[in-house]
Each structure stands twice: as structure tokens, then as C-alpha cells.
């Protein structure tokens, strides 16, 4: 009877402990009861959600009625009541993805990160959809642009993303396009999607389709989700766009107006929640897009094809590192670096691309020692200058290459894709110098840079004529 009552405690109270979990009992409701809290805070709505194991046991997590999350403090609940129950139900319902032979082909490879998703509001539960069936079930409006077909490559957090997955997700890439495709489309959490395209751009060259990478930074149960739009904008340019590069497609503005495509060499993350995170740095975006819709910003990308040829490259090396310098940085670490085995080491340098004195002598003996270092700059805009001053002059001196405006992220992955094809100083300079897919640019526009700081007369001026 003991095991009983305690698998019925677990399912009941799935996830609470301590406080929570006396409150819950005290009050008479479980996981997925829709109830009326009354706090010292006010009264909140919404149905109680199981508990993570490792989150603390003091808060009751309530997803309210409006779609959103919030942990109420157990000790301040003065009183519940149940309104009814809300059994969970884990599958999402799926339909068949109706096909069109007129309609383009495209592929969506998944690694992991939740691209669409739909809220059971019966349950309060958000339940991922990966399937053709379970994305049209969740975003019909994908039927309407295409014939799309699905394949789970890996089911990982982008901060487990690397080299393994990207060489992996370049040889699929390549076996897709040898079929036919139209175009194809990667689902990927935001965190690391930059990375990810710069290692793309890199495996994968010369493709006759489009590789777009799309993600969301708000859950499908989120009234503010981003998910549904991205993911239609993205198939749209897999489906149609007159493109033939690795970009990722994410929000324009913060509004859902439009979709931008950033170069997969020249994109970063620049906010943690914002929707419109994506920037392309250095450069302008290639286009905007909406389904039905793309207007091109920057001319010159590279036009989709017919034929299936397509050069698929997924060598790495993955004994490189980035340093990101920093006042009094201590030689100790680049000397570390070198005992370790790594073979080559991006340095993030200050202004036009400084490092201090004290680590003149390591970087010259790692150097001698083969390890290829290339220095960036944290400015992420502007170009390494390492002519101008005497610091830059004697770090090339002592064997750092600067990479033009390369951001620091693009300049690791490739010079790990570089060192996986030779570790010959001159010839890793070489092949890290030559441009591929614009990680190298001539100069940065005018007006790709813009300073927006809240708070001065001018943006204050601009802010106050717009009808907001």
C-alpha cells in the first residue's frame, strides 16, 4: 500500500517538494487542477503545472489563462479553489500533410531545438510538433506553400551543438539536395544558430537551393511566440526564394511584419529575449521576408540553381579555442592553451586588435610551436587594424594574422574547418584570408552601423513621431 500511495503522490504532485508540496495538500489540489488563487499579491487564475525536480520547492507554477507562466510563492497563498481538472495529454493531434505535385519540395532537418509547437488547453501542456502531420496540425498555413517532409537528426540543446552535429547536418544537407529538393530548411535553438550557420557556409558550398535555419526565442504557448511566423517565413524562402545561401531567417522588427535573412557568416545573436535577437554585423541584411513576399537589401547573394551539384566539405578540427581578451589577462593562459594540444587560438582583441605586453611571449612561442592565432576584435564592428599602433605591429611580428572584419565566432569555426584540412601556417593564412560567403567584406556600409541610444534629443525626436 506504501508504493501505491506514494505513486499516486508522484503523479499527483509531479515535480513538488517541501513547501509547495504541503500547500498543495493543504489546500486540497494537484498537478493540472484549474484553480482561483488568492495571494497577499492578488488573485491569479490558471492550471497548477508539474514541478522541474531540480527547481526549489517554495513556488507553485500556475500557466495562467493568457498563456503565460508564473511561480507563486507557496507561503503567500491564503486560499484555492478548484474550478475543474485538466487531464494531460502528451500527443499532439496529427493530420495528414496534404501534397501537391505543383507545389515545390522542401526538406526541414531537425536538431533539436522546438521550431513549432502547440498548446493543449486542456492541459496547459506545450507539446512539440516535429512530424509533417504534427507541423500541419500546428501551423496549417505550411500546406499552403509547399510539400514538406521532416527528418530528426539530433533532439539537443544548440549549446550541445558542434562539430560532430555540424558534420553531420552538412552530409545531410548534401543528400537532400542530391534528391531534388526544393529547398531546405534547419530548426535550431537560437543560442548557438550563428555558429552553427558559419560552420555551414563552410561544409557546405556552392548549394543550387537554399539553407535556411530558423528557430524561435518564445514558446508556441506564449501569446508573444515568434515560432509559427518564423517557421512559415522560412519555408516560404526554402520553397521560393530566388537565393542560394546558408542564412537564418528570424524577426525584422519586434513586431511580426517581416522576416529577415542574414548571412550565415556575418549574423549573431545580440539580445537574450528579444525576437528580433538576429543582426547581421558588418555588413546589411540580404532581404526581407514574408510568406509570398521577398525584397532584396543587399544585391549580389547568390541565385538559386537547377542542377543538384553541390560541394559538401565537413572537415574540423576541433582543437581551437577562442580567447576573449581582457585588462591584466595572464600569460598562463595562452601558455595553458598550447600545452593542451590546441592548434589554433582566436583572440577577441580590444580597439583595432590589442592584447597586453604580458602575452608577447607566449603568443611568439605558441606560434613557434604551429599553433595558428588570428586576432578579431570585440568591437564586432570594424576591421582589425593592427598597422596603427605598435602594439599590432609587433603581435604581427610575432605571428598573429588579423582577420579583416571577420567576427570572432566566424573566425573560430573556420579556423577549425581550415586546420581540418592542414595545419601549414602559410596555408592555413592563406585559406583563413580567402573570402568565402562574405565572412570577409571589402569595407562595412554606411549604413549598416547605427547607434539608436534612448534617451538622446535625436532618437527621442524620431521616437515621438511615430504613431505607436
Not at 9 to 27: I, N, Q, V
Not at 189 to 194: C, P, Q, S, V, W
Not at 403 to 413: F, I, Q, S
Request: aromatic share 8%; proline share 6%; hydrophobic share 40%.
Amino acid at each position: 500500500m506504501v508504493k501505491n500511495n506514494n505513486a499516486a503522490d508522484s503523479e499527483a504532485y509531479k515535480g513538488y517538494k517541501g513547501t509547495a508540496l504541503a500547500k498543495l495538500k493543504e489546500l486540497g489540489i494537484k498537478v493540472w487542477s484549474d484553480v482561483e488563487i488568492a495571494t497577499d499579491k492578488g488573485i491569479f487564475k490558471g492550471v497548477i503545472l508539474p514541478r522541474s525536480e531540480t527547481a526549489d520547492d517554495k513556488h507553485i507554477v500556475l500557466k495562467m489563462h493568457n498563456g503565460y507562466n508564473i511561480g507563486v510563492l507557496a507561503e503567500s497563498i491564503t486560499k484555492a479553489d478548484e474550478i475543474g481538472y485538466k487531464e494531460a495529454h502528451y500527443k499532439i493531434p496529427e493530420q495528414e500533410f496534404p501534397k501537391d505535385s505543383e507545389k515545390p519540395n522542401v526538406t526541414l532537418l531537425g536538431t533539436g531545438g522546438t521550431i513549432a509547437s502547440r498548446l493543449d488547453y486542456r492541459t496547459g501542456a506545450v507539446i512539440p510538433a516535429f512530424t509533417p502531420g504534427e507541423l500541419y496540425g500546428a501551423v496549417p498555413e505550411l500546406a499552403d506553400i509547399c510539400n514538406l517532409e521532416t527528418k530528426k537528426l539530433f533532439g539537443v540543446f544548440s549549446e550541445n551543438m558542434g562539430p560532430e552535429q555540424y558534420q553531420v547536418l552538412a552530409k545531410a544537407i548534401g543528400e537532400e539536395i542530391e534528391k531534388g529538393v526544393d529547398g531546405i530548411v534547419i530548426g535550431h535553438g537560437t543560442d548557438t544558430m550563428h555558429h552553427t550557420a558559419a560552420a555551414l557556409s563552410y561544409m557546405v558550398q556552392d548549394s543550387p537551393v537554399p539553407i535556411v535555419m530558423v528557430g524561435s526565442q518564445r514558446s508556441s504557448d506564449r501569446p508573444s511566440s515568434d515560432a509559427a511566423f518564423n517557421l512559415q517565413c522560412a519555408v516560404w524562402t526554402a520553397a521560393y526564394a530566388d537565393m542560394a545561401e546558408v542564412v537564418v531567417c528570424m524577426f525584422g522588427p519586434t513586431s511580426d511584419k517581416y522576416n529577415l535573412l542574414h548571412q550565415g557568416t556575418r549574423v549573431r545573436k545580440m539580445h537574450s529575449s528579444y525576437r528580433s535577437t538576429f543582426r547581421t554585423i558588418g555588413d546589411v541584411p540580404l532581404a526581407m521576408v514574408e510568406p509570398g513576399k521577398l525584397i532584396p537589401v543587399r544585391p549580389g547573394f547568390k541565385k538559386r540553381r537547377k542542377d543538384k551539384k553541390v560541394k559538401i566539405d565537413p572537415a574540423f578540427d576541433d582543437r581551437v579555442t577562442i580567447v576573449y581578451y581582457y585588462p591584466n589577462m595572464k600569460p598562463d593562459i595562452i601558455d595553458s592553451l598550447v600545452e593542451n594540444g590546441y592548434k589554433g587560438i582566436v583572440i577577441a582583441g580590444t580597439g583595432l586588435g590589442h592584447v597586453n605586453k604580458p602575452l608577447y611571449e607566449p603568443i611568439k612561442r605558441a606560434v613557434e610551436a604551429g599553433v595558428a592565432v588570428y586576432m578579431t576584435v570585440q568591437t564586432l564592428w570594424g576591421f582589425v587594424q593592427m598597422f596603427v599602433y605598435d602594439t599590432g605591429r609587433d603581435l604581427m611580428h610575432y605571428g598573429v594574422v588579423p582577420c579583416d572584419n571577420m567576427l570572432p565566432e566566424v573566425a573560430y569555426v573556420k579556423l577549425g574547418w581550415v586546420l581540418g584540412h592542414t595545419h601549414e601556417l602559410e596555408k592555413v593564412k592563406e585559406m583563413m584570408l580567402t573570402p568565402i560567403a562574405c565572412d570577409i567584406t571589402e569595407r562595412e556600409p554606411f549604413d549598416g552601423y547605427l547607434i539608436m541610444q534612448g534617451g538622446v534629443p535625436e532618437v527621442e525626436e524620431f521616437i515621438g513621431k511615430l504613431k505607436l
